[in-house]
């Protein structure tokens, strides 16, 4: 199938998915109200095959040392999924299923199959990444930028994290774990019970973005949008907490953002 611009609908709500942008949701319509930032490099985009920052480009997986392109200076940034075009393998009216076959500059072959599916109140994303060939770390995550206002409504962020990873000045974790503080956050959090972070537009919308993984990143160092991203990892986490995509065992996560009127 080609890499045409998807719509999903349920109820009032609406997403449009961009295969050919990464595999991102390029909008989220809650009774005609955009939830997410508008732009080619924002929406929602699948972080995939790492999360984050990797320290210097450089991860290792035994002896080998790899190299990835530094697309943040100087560390290389969200994996190489979101650059790239993914294809459609099946679309009903409120579910879309894309796959990306991972490739260079990544050094191994494997295939990742997100599932996005929009109900009237919720959106559930899913990814896995599997491979038949060798073995190799990885990790699955979700950057969406929600917009900061709703209808002149700023948002207001509540989540609970059991610590917060101490970030250094090359904006990597240190390895070690400290009092949550308060933002604004360009962060890395503990949630072991699993990620629950609640944005709140008063008078207007709550969402919740919940996921069993027990990592999230909170940006919102931006005036336009905050970030909250749930993540099987830590960023520079194929160095430091690497998951091990194998033939027998693909690395999978899952994400919801459920929503209510106030």
Not at 12 to 25: F, H, K, Q, S, Y
Not at 135 to 157: C, K, M, Y
Not at 162 to 167: G, P, T, Y
Request: proline share 9%; aromatic share 8%.
């Amino acid at each position: 199938m080609s890499n045409e611009p998807i719509t999903l609908t349920a109820g009032d709500a609406e997403a449009t998915v961009l295969p050919g942008n990464g595999g991102r949701i390029g909008g989220l319509r809650i009774g005609g109200t955009e939830l997410l930032r508008q732009g080619e490099r924002y929406g929602c985009f699948p972080m995939v095959p790492w999360c984050g920052r990797i320290r210097d480009g450089r991860f290792s997986d035994g002896a080998v040392v790899h190299q990835m392109p530094l697309n943040s200076p100087p560390h290389a940034i969200h994996g190489t999924a979101r650059d790239a075009a993914w294809r459609t393998a099946r679309v009903t009216a409120d579910e879309a299923v894309l796959t990306y076959d991972l490739t260079d500059p990544w050094p191994y072959t494997g295939r990742v199959t997100q599932v996005i599916a929009l109900a009237e109140d919720a959106l559930t994303l899913t990814m896995s990444v599997e491979t038949y060939e060798s073995s190799f770390p990885a990790q699955i995550g979700w950057h969406p930028w929600f917009n900061r206002t709703l209808d002149g409504t700023g948002v207001e962020i509540a989540f609970d994290p059991a610590w917060q990873e101490e970030r250094g000045d090359d904006h990597l974790p240190t390895g070690n774990r400290v009092e949550p503080k308060p933002g604004p956050w360009d962060d890395c959090f503990g949630m072991p019970d699993g990620v629950d972070v609640t944005l709140t537009w008063w008078g207007r919308l709550e969402l919740k973005v919940a996921s069993p993984e027990q990592w999230v990143v909170v940006y919102d160092e931006q005036e336009a949008a905050v970030c909250v991203e749930p993540q099987t990892g830590p960023p520079n986490g194929l160095n430091t907490l690497p998951r091990l995509v194998t033939p027998l065992e693909p690395l999978e996560a899952t994400a919801t953002w459920a929503w209510r009127r106030l």
